[in-house]
């Protein structure tokens, strides 16, 4: 497997809206826009920061992941994405290693990337998203 750099940071927020005001006009980040994606209950937004972005996610359903996130632990840091090269080669060598995953099989997430999640339990307590553009 070869992790290629850190893709995004996904950050739960309740609303992107509001969200996204430290982001753009404290710090100074652009933002392009937002995507729903459906069968995750999520509405997305990136905003780049040099070869990496900062995703800010928010739920579209109170039974949404980051909606349940947030109840659980409040708004913030949700996940790190991590870019690899061949994300089903990445995903059967950590299978193989034993690495406890939420996704056997990537999956569509914004901007058309292959993605796929391993388990916390897996990684001391951090979710990790893998990506593949």
Do not use: N
């Amino acid at each position: 497997m070869k992790i290629l750099k850190i893709d995004h940071l996904g950050i739960a927020v309740s609303s992107i809206e509001s969200g996204k005001v430290f982001w753009t006009e404290t710090l100074g980040l652009g933002f392009e826009g937002t995507e729903t994606i459906a069968e995750q209950k999520v509405t997305t937004a990136f905003l780049p920061v040099g070869e990496s972005e900062v995703e800010l996610l928010e739920s579209t359903a109170p039974d949404g992941p980051i909606a349940k996130y947030i109840e659980k632990k409040g708004a913030g840091i949700q996940h790190i994405a991590f870019r690899v090269d061949d994300i089903e080669s990445a995903l059967a060598e950590l299978k193989a290693k034993g690495v406890q995953l939420i996704d056997e099989k990537p999956r569509l997430g914004a901007g058309g990337a292959k993605i796929a999640f391993l388990h916390p339990k897996a990684t001391g307590g951090v979710l990790v998203e893998l990506c593949e553009r």
